[in-house]
Every structure is written in structure tokens, then in C-alpha cells.
């Protein structure tokens, strides 16, 4: 009878606490990088810098990326100034997807040697 009353009491504490938070909305991340749609906040196909300001790395980049001097970003200037940093990242990102520890095999493997 001990045991059941001990196990009642755990599991009322667990709800209890389990509980404690759970009516409190839980706080979202900003996206340092949102992407263009999210941004285009009245979908016009174009950036504001207001509307990009939610993405710090293209404000710094802003007179690079406003190519026609527009005073905005359509996605094409977006996709560019974004792919420039993909590709310096390139690298990286497929060492990391295949591990340092593979090289690639030498092109003697297969080889066969002709008579001379």
C-alpha cells in the first residue's frame, strides 16, 4: 500500500510539473535567414529594405545586392548575393557531409598495365 500511495504522489508531482508551462506560448526563434517569401511581406516580388532588415547578412550586403539601384531586391538580385554565399560555403558543407576521414581513391586502382 506504501509503494501505490508513493507512486501516486510521484505521478501527481510529474503532472503537476509537467504541466507548469505548458499554458506559456512558447517564445520562436528569429531566422537569421528567413528566405525571400517570408520576408516579401505584401508579396510584390520585391524586397523593401524594410521588409529585409529581418535578415541582417543581405542589409550589409544591400548596395551589392540592389544591382539597378532601385531602392529594393528583386528575387534575382536576392538569389544572387545569397548564392555567392552558398558557394563560398560549398566546401565546407560537403567536407562536413562526408568526413575528413574519406579521401578519394587514386586513380591507379583500377589501372591495368600494357605490354610494352
Known amino acids: 500500500m506504501k509503494l501505490v500511495?508513493?507512486?501516486?504522489?510521484?505521478?501527481a508531482l510529474a503532472l503537476a510539473f509537467g504541466a507548469y508551462g505548458a499554458d506559456k506560448p512558447?517564445?520562436?526563434k528569429a531566422d537569421p535567414e528567413p528566405g525571400f517569401n517570408k520576408m516579401d511581406a505584401n508579396n510584390d516580388?520585391?524586397?523593401s529594405r524594410s521588409e529585409a532588415a529581418k535578415d541582417k547578412s543581405l542589409l550589409g550586403k544591400w548596395k551589392e545586392a540592389d544591382r539597378d539601384n532601385d531602392g529594393s531586391l528583386s528575387?534575382?538580385?536576392?538569389?544572387i548575393v545569397k548564392g555567392k554565399k552558398d558557394i563560398g560555403t560549398a566546401s565546407d558543407k560537403v567536407k562536413s557531409a562526408v568526413g575528413s576521414d574519406d579521401k578519394p581513391k587514386s586513380s591507379s586502382a583500377g589501372a591495368t598495365s600494357k605490354p610494352k
Open 5 to 11: 500511495k508513493c507512486m501516486l504522489a510521484a505521478s
Open 26 to 28: 512558447k517564445q520562436a
Open 45 to 47: 516580388g520585391k524586397l
Open 75 to 79: 528575387r534575382t538580385e536576392y538569389l
